[in-house]
């Protein structure tokens, strides 16, 4: 069975690189953001009278 020339390796690499990159590019771009409802917000506080 014939070895690999070290070029043919680096293309390779190169090559796989590549596509693992644009796939990870595509699948972040890929999905589209919910859109999120702003409620209104309410933080319930409780008055409390300090005596001193």
């Given amino acids: 069975m014939p070895q690999m ?3 043919l ?7 796989f690189s590549a596509t693992f990159i644009i796939f990870l590019i595509l699948n ?3 999905k589209v ?3 999120i409802e702003s409620a ?3 933080v ?3 008055q ?3 005596k001193w």
Avoid: C
């Fill in 5 to 7: 020339a070290p070029l």
């Fill in 9 to 15: 390796w680096l293309n390779l690499f190169v090559m």
């Fill in 28 to 30: 972040y771009f890929i």
């Fill in 33 to 35: 953001p919910s859109k």
């Fill in 40 to 42: 209104p917000f309410f």
């Fill in 44 to 46: 319930p506080t409780k």
């Fill in 48 to 50: 409390i009278n300090w």
